[in-house]
T-cell receptor, first 112, second 115 residues
Framework: DAGVIQSPRHEVTEMGQEVTLRCKPI?????LFWYRQTMMRGLELLIY????????DSGMPEDRFSAKMPNASFSTLKIQPSEPRDSAVYFC??????????FGNGTRLTVT | AQKITQTQPGMFVQEKEAVTLDCTYD???????LFWYKQPSSGEMIFLIY??????QNATEGRYSLNFQKARKSANLVISASQLGDSAMYFC????????????FGTGTRLQVFP
């Protein structure tokens, strides 16, 4: 299995621009999670899906952030407009039921 | 509400010695899972070990073991015979298994293994 695939690996953008992060979970997994990692705040859960349905988005920082999962093999996390404080590593992870999460390699976002 | 606490920001251990990384948790869910992940400097998140709340025995995976004390709500990771390659960040995580399957992480412990 290819594992969880995230793209891009690195993203550098200017403040105010729209940013879209992409994730392909492991085939057959029914849970998908988005986390953000920073030195100050650690690993924060942003949102997670079960069978493509958002279950809990209470961790999404504000309305500038949105996430979708149009089908079982694809999810996006969008930031519009982006701000310098959004700079972080964004991880996507998937699991089958309550089994351990498998993580992608992350997207390092830098907003200047 | 779920809560995970790792009180050790950093730990040092000499090569070949054992080390214990602390993790306490709080939850009202009757069924939950506890996980440990390793994050080396390269950044990837590597699953190490899992303990279910109803498991009678402590989990072990090679040099990793989980010291699960349910009454104390602790799930400490024990690494035996430390190796230089064990130097990394270690995260404890908890997942609710009785309903929404939410998974949250502690703040992590940075382990440094010295020769």
């Amino acid at each position: 299995d290819a594992g969880v695939i995230q793209s891009p690996r690195h993203e550098v953008t200017e403040m105010g621009q729209e940013v879209t992060l992409r994730c392909k979970p492991i085939s057959g997994h029914d849970y998908l999670f988005w986390y953000r990692q920073t030195m100050m705040r650690g690993l924060e859960l942003l949102i997670y899906f079960n069978n493509n349905v958002p279950i809990d988005d209470s961790g999404m920082p504000e309305d500038r952030f949105s996430a979708k999962m149009p089908n079982a093999s694809f999810s996006t996390l969008k930031i519009q407009p982006s701000e310098p404080r959004d700079s972080a590593v964004y991880f996507c992870a998937s699991s089958l039921g309550g089994s351990p999460l498998h993580f992608g390699n992350g997207t390092r976002l830098t907003v200047t | 509400a779920q809560k995970i606490t790792q009180t050790q920001p950093g730990m040092f251990v000499q090569e070949k010695e054992a080390v214990t990384l602390d993790c306490t948790y709080d939850t009202s869910d009757p069924s939950y899972g506890l996980f440990w992940y390793k994050q080396p400097s390269s950044g990837e998140m590597i699953f190490l070990i899992y303990q279910g709340s109803y498991d009678q025995q402590n989990a072990t995976e090679g040099r990793y073991s989980l010291n699960f004390q349910k009454a104390r709500k602790s799930a400490n990771l024990v690494i035996s015979a430390s190796q230089l390659g064990d130097s990394a960040m270690y995260f404890c995580a908890m997942r609710d298994l009785s309903g929404r399957h939410k998974l949250i992480f502690g703040t992590g412990t940075r382990l440094q293994v010295f020769p």
